[in-house]
């Protein structure tokens, strides 16, 4: 199946298309609400401006896919492979990313808010000024991310290797960072007012009391 193939299918009413492989699909502004994509191999393919809101994607593998500006809203994208893929402002708002790999994803300025990232690996990506009101990341690693201007206001951040992460002028209020991991995070700036640091390490290797 191609892209035109999956398109004229998409337009007949079809919605199931697990598994299909589209390598470097060119997709761009391609609507595909509430697709069946589980499993599908969209690596490297161009959807950028498309939308995919409540779209099944989990386990799918998006490395290096671009989705900017897409619109992802309450998509499944568990254990979905997004290493390196372009998410430039898309929006991803109650999407859920439980155990995705979205090392060094370009998430600047996306919206996550309430988005479920739990063990999702955000390693050294760039969410420098995203939206993650409310978002779940228990046990996630950020490790090295870019997270300046960043809105974690009242996420929930059990857990979560933050160390190394770059958290200047972060809005963290309200967060729950309990046990989270901010060895060497720089914070210059940042805004933690209310937020819950119970047994965290802090920037300096000490643990919250």
Not at 14 to 32: C, K, Q
Not at 154 to 170: H, K, N, P, V, Y
Request: overall charge negative.
């Amino acid at each position: 199946m191609d892209a035109a193939e999956l398109l004229k299918g998409y337009a007949a009413g079809e919605r199931d298309f697990e598994g299909v492989e589209l390598r470097g699909a060119y997709l761009t502004e391609a609507i595909l609400n509430g697709a069946n994509l589980r499993r599908s191999d969209l690596s490297g393919a161009n959807l950028s401006g498309a939308s995919l809101k409540g779209a099944n994607l989990s386990e799918a593998n998006l490395s290096q896919a671009n989705l900017s500006v897409a619109n992802l809203s309450k998509a499944e994208l568990n254990d979905a492979n997004l290493t390196a893929a372009e998410l430039v402002r898309a929006t991803l708002i109650e999407c859920n990313l439980k155990r995705a790999n979205l090392t060094e994803a370009h998430l600047r300025e996306a919206s996550l808010m309430f988005a479920n990232l739990a063990q999702a690996c955000l390693y050294q990506a760039d969410l420098h000024g995203a939206m993650l009101h409310q978002a779940i990341l228990h046990w996630a690693s950020l490790k090295n991310a870019d997270l300046i201007g960043a809105i974690l206001q009242g996420a929930d951040m059990r857990g979560a290797d933050l160390s190394q992460a770059c958290l200047i002028r972060a809005d963290v209020s309200k967060a729950i960072l309990m046990v989270a991991d901010l060895r060497g995070a720089i914070v210059m700036g940042a805004n933690f007012k209310a937020a819950i640091l119970t047994g965290a390490v802090l920037p300096d290797g000490k643990m919250h009391q």
